[in-house]
């Protein structure tokens, strides 16, 4: 029943978030997937191409919800932080370092090129990226730094987040979380107006964790709401209309404002960001609401949406294989459109390839330790 109407099932969990999942992931792979350059030959589809890193932000909205309606459920109860730490620890961490002991470790042995094992200059990186300090490495610096770990920037966010939101959720009423997530979405963007206006480079303003607090708190603020059952029915409906066409009329005012929807552009890094994460709340209580069950709960995408964590680890270096083996010969011969999607096919069937090879011959197995940090009964 869960599966087809996009309702929880006998385990509570909702399928439809599978598919929110699958979107997002498969969002962020177009975005990496488009081909370097193509901004200059192809400007529109660059930009449609290139709009996929939103997927981002509908991760953030997704783990604000999913956290904070984990922690409501558990909290007050005997071993509230032992079971979600020890949960978050066994979810996150193997595959995680896993990732950092191949490209930090095993690449260097085995090759001295830069797309696949870190420069000498990068090399210290690793144990930053080790103790998710992604993020702070890229704001301090202002720079990408090595491609194949630049992304993880926002797994470092999420676990920052993880870090402190438990504590809160435990002292705070859920009337004051609301406020606090409030107060946490207009300080998110005030400091991406304080960074643009003092002109800091675009990585400073994309990766600082004070100004990716509004994806995170909004996603809480759906948490809250949909937890309050008497007012849901009624208010469904309205809700996810509202911030639908509120997020919409957002992106409309950075379009106008940027002539376009680059990330890097000050209408997207000052409200483009907040805009975004407001439509995907919409999107959010709309699949909560059951709509849209369709398509999210369309078994490709769940399974998708299922390794997802493993498909965005895994993306960059899948992404510099093809870039590196076989785009300048493939578009001296096809051209670029063929080029093109020959990068979004071999990215997205690799990834979801040693995706796969991930959860089966790890995450899986570390998943089923999960019993030993059962959440507490209230």
């Known amino acids: 029943m869960g599966e087809a109407s996009g309702r929880p099932d006998a385990r509570g969990h909702l399928p439809a978030l599978d598919g929110l999942r699958g979107i997002a992931i498969l969002l962020v792979l177009v975005h990496h997937a488009t081909l370097p350059g193509a901004e200059d030959s192809h400007p529109i589809a660059s930009e449609l191409l290139h709009l996929g890193f939103v997927g981002v932000d509908l991760f953030f909205v997704l783990s604000g919800f999913l956290i904070t309606g984990i922690l409501l459920g558990a909290r007050g109860g005997d071993g509230y932080y032992r079971s979600f730490y020890g949960r978050r620890l066994l979810r996150i961490a193997p595959a995680y370092y896993l990732f950092l002991a191949i490209i930090y470790l095993v690449m260097p042995a085995l090759t001295a090129d830069p797309s696949f094992a870190p420069p000498p200059d990068y090399r210290a990186d690793g144990g930053i990226h080790a103790i998710y300090g992604s993020n702070i490495l890229l704001a301090v610096s202002g720079d990408a730094r090595w491609r194949p770990a630049c992304h993880l920037w926002s797994l470092s966010i999420e676990e920052q987040f993880y870090l402190v939101w438990p504590l809160l959720v435990a002292a705070l009423s859920p009337r004051a979380l609301e406020r606090l997530c409030m107060a946490l979405i207009a300080a998110a963007f005030a400091v991406r107006l304080g960074l643009t206006l003092a002109h800091a480079p675009h990585w400073t303003v994309y990766a600082a964790t004070p100004g990716r607090w509004d994806g995170l708190a909004l996603g809480a603020l759906v948490a809250l709401w949909w937890r309050r059952p008497a007012d849901r029915p009624a208010s469904a409906l309205h ?140």
């Open 239 to 378: 809700h996810h209309r509202t911030a639908i066409a509120l997020g919409l009329v957002g992106l409309l005012l950075v379009f106008a404002a940027d002539a376009g929807l680059r990330k890097e552009a000050h209408g997207f890094a000052t409200w483009g960001y907040t805009a975004v994460a407001i439509l995907f709340a919409g999107v959010l209580i709309a699949a909560l609401s059951g709509r849209f069950a369709g398509i999210l709960t369309w078994r490709p995408l769940r399974a998708i949406g299922r390794v997802s964590y493993a498909m965005y680890l895994w993306q960059m270096l899948v992404r510099e294989a093809f870039r590196g083996f076989f785009m300048n010969d493939l578009d001296a011969r096809a051209g670029f459109w063929l080029t093109q999607m020959a990068s979004l096919a071999f990215v997205m069937a690799g990834t979801y390839a040693l995706a796969w090879l991930s959860w089966y011959l790890v995450e899986e197995r570390f998943l089923r330790l999960k019993r030993l940090f059962p959440y507490p009964q209230r």
